[in-house]
Structure formats: structure tokens, C-alpha cells
């Protein structure tokens, strides 16, 4: 047997008032007397009325909920980011329907054509692959308000992200400056068309007038503490063996550092090591990790201002916005 669902004919019945009525009552309205609001209210509690979304939104045109795709949900920081976003989208009245591609891009299609489908007023994602956005970016043609949280430079769409490239650069300028001359870099986004840490760090080397050969890249072949576990064993059987590790994640970095406790390395003087995204298990594992800062509030704040903007817009120009946020370096005992 179906769920019978409470219409505003049921608690107008009642009540005895007409539906014109208790409809003006559940929007909020104060026109009518507090003994009247009053009754209709209680007794739609009583009969656990909950309005009828979907008619209202055919009504409105508007859903008042906005998609966020994620990579990955198991991600902290962009878990922390998410929760930061839901957060902000409620201030403003609007609610959040999540999606997570698992990083594959069929999941991701399959995630945005949901969304579309379910009438969210628009969509802000975290994109699997760079190499890989033309379906992103018809969705931006068509009108759709879209946002990604992560830069990709002359993909004409609007982006509100950390800027990557100058995180690792100031990563790598920090281990740099604490004097090693041979930094492995653990991070295999690159393959995934994202070069900004590696671009960074390479910049930050060039910069400091080292030779390309004073960084090297192990791709980890994923983002967990696990991943960086093993890219460790990879990173110290490189000839030269690195001073220092500059990981593209704290996850990664957490699992570097475990490695090396297991193999009698002392952090940072046999090994330093740097991660990215300012994590809780960053500060608090057994050698606290130094880190870039990745502010979660900051890009939520300006994400959900931006999306809200185009969504609440009669005459949106051609034109997109690119925020990118500077992060900064905490520097704890791993470096």
C-alpha cells in the first residue's frame, strides 16, 4: 500500500477554514488573526502535513536546491568543503542534492544528467578529469548556472578555487628554504590534465635556481594515506634518494610518514615531509604535519555567492568569473 501523503484540503477540512486560507497560513503570512494561525498550525503538525515541494517548484520555477558533484566523498577536505557548502546554500534558503563520480567520468555524467533532471537550480562540482569537460561545458552553454571548484585555465566557465599552483609553490619554496636540494613530489593528477602543483613546484625549483632534476615525480596512483604508504617505498628507491616529500594530499603525506616510521626514518631529519589541504588528521598525527591551507569556508563562501547570483539573475551576461583563493603554509614539526 502506497504512502498516503496529507494534501492542504485535509487539514482544511479540518478546520474549517477554506484551503485559500490555510495555504496563506503555512506560507508564513500574518494577515490573518493568531487564533486562526494558530489552529491551522497546530493541526497541520497534528496530521503531519509537509507541503508539496515538487507542485511548488512547477509553480515557481524554481527548485531552491543546487547540485554539488563530488570526486570523492571519502576525501576530507572535500567532505569539509561540502559540509561547509550545504551550510551556506541553508542561509540562503537553498538546499543541496549531493553526487559523488567516484572519480570516473561516466559517474559524473550520469551525476549531472540526474541533477538536470531533478530541476536544480544549478550545479557546482569538483570535475574527475580536466582533459575531459566539454559535457560541463555544454551544460554552461545552454544557460544551466554551473560552477567547478577547481581552475582550469580557458575552459570558460566560472570557477571559485584554491590556487594550486601557488600552494606548491610556496610548499616547495619552504622546503627549499629549510635547504634540500632533492624534493620528490608525490602526486598523479597529471595524467588527469591537473598540473598545477606539479607546475608549481617545478616553477618554485626554477625559481630558486635549482635544476629540474632536484624534483622528482611518483605518481601515487591515488589519493589515500594507504597510496602514499606505497609511493614512499617508490620515492626512496629513487637514485638520488629524496631529503624531503612535498605530497599533493595530507592523506597522501600521512601515509609517507607512516611508511617511514615503519622503516626507522626520523621526520624531518632523515626526511621532511609537506602535504596540501590542512587537514584535522594533519595537526594531530604522531609527527604533526606541515601543510598548505585549504579553506574550505573561504571557497564556500564565495561559490555559493557566485552560483546564487547566476541562478537569481533575469540577464546573466557571457561573461564568468574566476576566483582564485590564495592559500597559505602551516608550518608544523614534519618540516
Avoid at 496529507?6 to 506560507?27: H, I, M
Amino acid at each position: 500500500m502506497g504512502r498516503i501523503r496529507v494534501r492542504l484540503k485535509d487539514v482544511a477540512e479540518a478546520t474549517g477554514y477554506s484551503v485559500n486560507t490555510v495555504s496563506l497560513v503555512l506560507r508564513g503570512s500574518s494577515r490573518l488573526p493568531l487564533k486562526t494561525r494558530d489552529l491551522i498550525l497546530k493541526e497541520a503538525e497534528r496530521q503531519n502535513y509537509v507541503p508539496n515541494q515538487l507542485a511548488r517548484s512547477l509553480i515557481l520555477q524554481s527548485t531552491k536546491m543546487v547540485g554539488l558533484v563530488l570526486t570523492d566523498i571519502m576525501n576530507p577536505t572535500i567532505t569539509k568543503t561540502a559540509r561547509s557548502i550545504e551550510l551556506d546554500l541553508a542561509k540562503a534558503g537553498y538546499g543541496v542534492m549531493f553526487a559523488s563520480s567516484d572519480n570516473e567520468l561516466a559517474n559524473e555524467k550520469r551525476a549531472l544528467n540526474h541533477l538536470q533532471s531533478s530541476q536544480v537550480d544549478g550545479i557546482l562540482i569538483y570535475p574527475t578529469n580536466r582533459n575531459e569537460i566539454s559535457h560541463i561545458q555544454n551544460i554552461a552553454k545552454s544557460g544551466y548556472p554551473i560552477l567547478m571548484l577547481s581552475d582550469i585555465p580557458d575552459a570558460g566557465l566560472d570557477v571559485v578555487a584554491i590556487d594550486d599552483i601557488k600552494g606548491a609553490h610556496i610548499a616547495v619554496s619552504h622546503l627549499i628554504e629549510q635547504g634540500h636540494k632533492q624534493i620528490t613530489i608525490l602526486d598523479g593528477a597529471k595524467d588527469l590534465g591537473n598540473s598545477d602543483k606539479y607546475d608549481g613546484s617545478f616553477a618554485a625549483a626554477e625559481d630558486a635556481g635549482l635544476p629540474s632534476s632536484a624534483l622528482q615525480i611518483v605518481d601515487p596512483e591515488g589519493h589515500g594515506a594507504i597510496h602514499g604508504f606505497a609511493a614512499m617505498q617508490k620515492a626512496w628507491a629513487l637514485t638520488p634518494r629524496p631529503t624531503a616529500i612535498f605530497a599533493s594530499t595530507d592523506s597522501l603525506a600521512i601515509g609517507a610518514a607512516r611508511w617511514c616510521r615503519e622503516n626507522d626514518l626520523r621526520i624531518p631529519q632523515d626526511v621532511a615531509i609537506v602535504g596540501f589541504d590542512n587537514t584535522e588528521a594533519a595537526e594531530f598525527c604522531s609527527t604533526p604535519l606541515t601543510t598548505i591551507n585549504y579553506d574550505s569556508e573561504d571557497v564556500s563562501i564565495h561559490a555559493v555567492e557566485r552560483i546564487i547570483s547566476c541562478i537569481e539573475s533575469d540577464n546573466m551576461s557571457g561573461d564568468t568569473t574566476i576566483t582564485l583563493i590564495e592559500p597559505n603554509l602551516v608550518i608544523r614539526e614534519s618540516s
